[in-house]
């Protein structure tokens, strides 16, 4: 199956570079291109990608106000892509709110060419690009600067089964699949039902936002 691709970027020779790269895959096609977030909006209701890499900061409209128009649409849109954003670690802030916002995660824009095209692929699976350390420090930095769990968060989790707060807990420490499977000593199908009990029960969209959910409850607290 093909995965469909817009990419978003004010820099014309950033948009070129990633076009090249990915439309070499077998596997990826790229169906569009957008210079700002208001243009990417349009671009992805009218082409439908399953993937919008998404660049943060950018005139007209930035990235993260984007991604939330393209992830919560009004009325009547039903399509929505995953989101994978493309920043620096100067913008932590942006990527933080992006991924709350139901982005399925991000990378760094000097990242190996090898490292976009594996992205891609993943977040086009369902997965959430959660596997550099740089993530997990990011969204527990954040995290230390809120003073309190939020009260409703910590409600919401109280509907899981031990063994799915065990699983969600593993899943903001940075485990894969493999992982959480090897800790618990279950079979790695049986965690990916898990996963997903998990993430219906809470309302979200992904790995990505169950990080962020087991630091907002308090399940995970940072330097653990």
Same mark, same amino acid.
């Given at each position: 199956?093909?995965? &469909?691709?817009?990419?978003?970027?004010?820099?014309?020779?950033?948009?070129?570079?990633?076009?090249?790269?990915?439309?070499?895959?077998?596997?990826?096609?790229?169906?569009?291109?957008?210079?700002?977030?208001?243009?990417?909006?349009?671009?992805?209701?009218?082409?439908?990608?399953?993937?919008?890499?998404?660049?943060?900061? #950018?005139?007209?409209?930035?990235?993260?106000?984007?991604?939330?128009?393209?992830?919560?649409?009004?009325?009547?849109?039903?399509?929505?892509?995953?989101? $994978? #954003?493309?920043?620096?670690?100067?913008?932590?802030?942006?990527?933080?709110?992006? *991924?709350?916002?139901?982005?399925?995660?991000? =990378?760094?824009?000097?990242?190996?060419?090898?490292?976009?095209?594996?992205?891609?692929?993943?977040?086009?699976?369902?997965?959430? =690009?959660?596997?550099?350390?740089?993530?997990?420090? *990011?969204?527990?930095? %954040?995290?230390?600067?809120?003073?309190?769990?939020?009260?409703? %968060?910590?409600?919401?989790?109280?509907?899981?089964?031990?063994?799915?707060?065990?699983?969600?807990? *593993?899943?903001?420490?940075?485990?894969?699949?493999?992982?959480?499977?090897?800790?618990?000593?279950?079979?790695?199908?049986?965690?990916?039902?898990?996963?997903?009990?998990? $993430?219906?029960?809470?309302?979200?969209?992904? &790995?990505?936002?169950?990080?962020? %959910?087991?630091?907002?409850?308090?399940?995970?607290?940072?330097?653990?």
């Amino acid at each position: 199956m093909t995965i &469909r691709v817009i990419i978003v970027d004010d820099q014309a020779m950033v948009r070129a570079g990633f076009a090249a790269l990915l439309a070499a895959q077998s596997d990826i096609d790229v169906v569009g291109e957008a210079p700002d977030g208001k243009q990417a909006v349009d671009v992805s209701r009218s082409t439908h990608p399953d993937v919008v890499l998404m660049d943060v900061r #950018m005139p007209e409209m930035d990235g993260l106000e984007a991604a939330r128009r393209i992830l919560d649409p009004p009325p009547g849109v039903t399509h929505r892509p995953k989101v $994978l #954003m493309l920043t620096t670690f100067d913008v932590d802030d942006y990527v933080y709110e992006a *991924l709350r916002a139901g982005a399925s995660g991000f =990378l760094l824009k000097d990242a190996p060419p090898a490292d976009l095209i594996s992205a891609v692929r993943i977040v086009a699976a369902g997965e959430a =690009l959660l596997a550099p350390s740089v993530t997990r420090r *990011l969204i527990a930095d %954040f995290a230390r600067q809120r003073p309190a769990p939020r009260k409703n %968060f910590t409600a919401r989790r109280s509907g899981l089964t031990p063994r799915e707060t065990e699983v969600l807990e *593993l899943i903001a420490r940075g485990l894969s699949n493999q992982e959480i499977a090897e800790s618990l000593v279950l079979a790695e199908q049986t965690v990916k039902t898990h996963i997903g009990r998990v $993430l219906a029960k809470l309302g979200l969209r992904d &790995r990505a936002q169950a990080v962020i %959910f087991a630091y907002e409850s308090g399940l995970v607290t940072p330097g653990q």
